[in-house]
């Protein structure tokens, strides 16, 4: 995200050599490009800046057809702050006499990444076919996603699951356009990305031939597209370090949460270094209903797999063979960001009696236990708060930084 805003700072980002290509592959086929990402100031997966500036540099480079298929946050901003990030995309739009908003769809379908294909199905119908979507006009989208905030009986939309929207017909992404996806985090962009750039992992009436794909960081670093910002791996981190020791190491989370244990906390590497090995426990699957009054989330299972992973951890470290033991309980960040009070309570109480579980065992075995909180949320949660907090944890030493822990 920094290398971006300072590419953006500098300028340098109009001379990119992967969007300029963008650009040039847009001109020579259809002169059709589409900017797919999430339009939010959450930060945390995009930023509704960095679209902006897209923006400006297709129309800078001749590009004649812009298209941008939007999806609503709802995570990382208040669950119904989605009309006023359309506002500014529409402002911007008008002011520079450039691009089209083509599609809305929430980030529960678009992005992902437990391999629910079902919800990654429904996104990709929708950029290409319009399929089960509600057709409006740009005119009428604000006022439309604000009643959705407020069905009667509390059975609201947020902007994490509002259902698609086809604005632009003609938008739909179709044989030899340019798409560039400008989330900066691959994590939840990978199974979306593949269905465009690779055939669809499911049955579908249509799917878009030749198409060109672009994407803004490196989303998985054996893909063959350009990528605006290539991976810059950051060196000697923990478990390198750990590796270059010849020190067994092993990484385990549920699959919401397993690439935090492993591609981030190895400073990027994809792969597991020397003496590492993994374990993802599968995330409970919700069951998607698509409907304006059911909402599938974890909340309807506030504990998540998060004993699942302490057992095996418990087990990991009963066995002596790593001395160093990784995880990530996941249930106190993923159920708050459905705002869901009491669901929340259930999932701390939960992860306290994982920790427990996993804390016996190290007591046990000879391991020291060390729990760190990398960002909050459930402190605070309710149904109009349910974005990321940075309020400080209660520790024996200072932890007001997490630059020092690994």
């Known amino acids: 995200m920094l290398r971006i805003d300072l590419a953006i700072a500098d300028r340098t980002i109009y001379h990119n050599p992967a969007l300029l290509k963008a650009f040039d592959t847009a001109r020579s086929k259809t002169g059709r490009i589409h900017f797919l990402g999430m339009v939010s ?22 590009v004649r057809k812009c298209f941008v298929h ?34 809305v769809i929430g980030r529960y379908y678009s992005m992902d990444r437990d391999k629910k294909w079902d919800r990654t199905k429904i996104a ?23 009643q959705k905030y407020s069905f009667p009986g509390g059975k609201d939309q947020s902007d994490e699951m509002m259902q698609p929207i086809l604005l632009s017909p003609e938008g739909l992404i179709s044989d030899d356009d340019t798409v560039v996806f400008f989330n900066t985090r691959g994590d939840r962009m990978e199974q979306l990305v593949e269905t465009f750039a690779f055939k ?8 878009p031939l030749n198409l060109h794909v672009f994407t803004m960081t490196a989303y998985r670093w054996n893909w063959p597209f350009p990528v605006l910002f290539p991976l810059v791996s950051m060196k000697n981190v923990l478990a390198e370090h750990l590796a270059k020791q010849g020190v067994a190491q092993f990484h385990c989370a549920e699959t919401e949460r397993f690439p935090q244990v492993t591609t981030w906390f190895n400073g990027g590497v994809q792969h597991a270094f020397e003496k590492e090995e993994r374990l993802m426990i599968p995330s409970p699957s919700i069951p998607l209903v698509v409907s304006p009054t059911v909402q599938p989330a974890y909340d309807l299972k506030p504990d998540m797999s998060c004993m699942e992973v302490a057992v095996e951890v418990s087990e990991i470290i009963a066995g002596t063979k790593f001395p160093f033991v990784l995880c990530n309980l996941c249930p106190p960040d993923l159920v708050a960001h459905t705002g869901a009070i009491g669901p929340t309570i259930e999932a701390v109480a939960a992860t306290d009696k994982a920790i427990g579980v996993i804390r016996r065992a190290c007591e046990m075995h000879g391991y020291v236990l060390c729990v760190v909180g990398t960002y909050g949320n459930a402190e605070k949660v309710d149904a109009s708060s349910t974005a990321h907090t940075t309020s400080k944890g209660i520790t024996k030493q200072d932890a007001s930084s997490l630059k020092r822990v690994a």
């Open 70 to 103: 939007m999806f609503s946050d709802g995570v990382d901003t208040a669950p119904t702050s989605g009309a006023r990030y359309v506002q500014k995309l529409l402002d911007n739009m008008k002011e520079n006499c450039y691009g089209k908003l083509a599609s």
């Open 124 to 146: 990709y119908e929708a950029f290409t076919q319009g399929k089960e979507s509600q057709k409006f006009s740009v005119e009428n989208l604000i006022a439309f996603m604000e």
């Open 41 to 62: 100031d959450g930060g945390v997966h995009s930023n509704i800046n960095h679209l902006f500036v897209l923006l400006e540099a297709a129309k800078q480079h001749g």
């Open 200 to 207: 669809p992992p499911f049955e579908t009436d249509f799917s």
